[in-house]
């Protein structure tokens, strides 16, 4: 009896911390099925929007193995000074986030809300020439095949959508 209650006294902590990451390991599931550099599917359509208070950066990317890239948007031609090609940046930066915790949503998407350093947020938000001065929150969906279908990074100064689309259709 006392083998017992001793041997469940220290895996308690060890589940308690495991489990504390749970959510943390689906995310990073989540990367590995829909980042086309990860092999997790061949092709996709993501929608970025990015909005400051002064500037806003809307374009469209349809990418097939990271080979063949067609971009469209609505954002004047100077503000296109940026590398777009690398669309895996949005959901790798989820790499980086932390208190993940998951929130109720819907039936069709599990919602996992986060914070993120500035620091973090600022080497996601160089390639627009914005930066931030203060740490963000955000959040993920993810679809029940476990591919993020949205990503969302927010400050007092800008947010970030991107949504990932027709995944393994793009043709």
């Known amino acids: 009896m006392k083998k017992t209650i001793l041997l469940i006294l220290l895996l ?7 489990g504390c990451n749970n959510n943390e390991n689906k995310i990073d599931k989540a990367i590995k099925s829909t980042s086309i550099k990860e092999k997790g599917l061949k092709s996709y359509r993501i929608k970025v929007d990015v ?53 109720d949503y819907d039936k069709t998407y599990d ?6 350093s500035k620091e973090k947020l600022n080497k996601l938000l160089k390639v627009f020439n914005f930066k931030v001065e203060k740490d963000g929150n955000g959040y993920t969906l993810i679809d029940k095949d476990n591919h ?5 990074y927010v400050t007092e100064d800008i947010s970030v959508t991107v949504t990932y689309t027709r995944l393994n259709s793009v043709k």
């Not at 990317?61 to 000074?81: A, H, I, P, R, W």
């Open 148 to 152: 993020i279908y949205m990503v969302n």
């Open 12 to 18: 308690l902590p060890i589940l308690l911390l495991t």
């Open 51 to 103: 909005k400051n208070k002064d500037k806003s950066i809307n374009y469209v990317v349809l990418n097939k193995e990271n080979k063949e890239l067609n971009f469209s948007t609505d954002s004047k031609e100077d503000d296109l000074d940026y590398d777009y090609t690398n669309t895996d940046i949005f959901i790798e930066t989820l790499k980086d986030v932390k208190d993940v915790k998951e929130v």
């Open 111 to 116: 919602k996992y809300e986060f914070s993120i």
